[in-house]
């Protein structure tokens, strides 16, 4: 390496540490053959959520997806189209984030019967109507599975910045 390359590493590598850091979340929606979403109950936290967790440093968000729903729901899948990415702010101790909501697809009922909860993390997993759904999730999660059904019966995509406000 030269001293100019030196340099210019030197100078990219200064660039770099300044940009943003955000943390990304890679969830899936997932329904069964009667149009019910498949939700989960994590243990860490209050309410009920979608299925999928966070993506790993330097791992691909549909990788992430994959990985989280076989390590919580024993579930091998192949994770469709991406639906929507939302920006959601800072809030509380955490830093905003990209939220990646991916097409799972609809199970039959032989996978929907195989569904089992393989990590600790979650306490339960349900498959309900949107009208069940609603009360059991946070106004931005409801936000962001309303945008995502949206998507996949348009076969359109989703973008949405949260507005920290009103958190949606």
Do not use: C
Request: aromatic fraction near 8%; charge should be negative; hydrophobic fraction near 40%.
């Amino acid at each position: 390496m030269t001293e100019d390359d030196e340099a210019r590493f030197a100078y990219l590598a200064e660039g770099n540490a300044k940009q943003a850091r955000k943390r990304v979340a890679a969830d899936v929606l997932i329904t069964d053959r009667s149009g019910r979403v498949l939700l989960v109950d994590p243990t860490y936290k209050e309410g009920w959520d979608i299925p999928g967790g966070m993506v790993e440093a330097n791992e691909k968000p549909r990788a992430a997806a994959e990985r989280e729903l076989r390590e919580e729901l024993g579930l091998t899948l192949t994770v469709g189209r991406l639906l929507l990415v939302e920006w959601v702010p800072q809030h509380g101790p955490w830093d905003d984030q990209l939220v990646f909501l991916f097409d799972g697809g609809e199970l039959d009922d032989a996978a929907v019967a195989n569904l089992r909860l393989t990590d600790e993390e979650l306490a339960g997993l349900q498959f309900v109507t949107l009208t069940e759904a609603k009360p059991l999730l946070k106004p931005r999660l409801w936000s962001q599975l309303d945008k995502s059904l949206a998507a996949r019966r348009s076969g359109g995509f989703a973008y949405a910045e949260l507005d920290p406000d009103t958190g949606r």
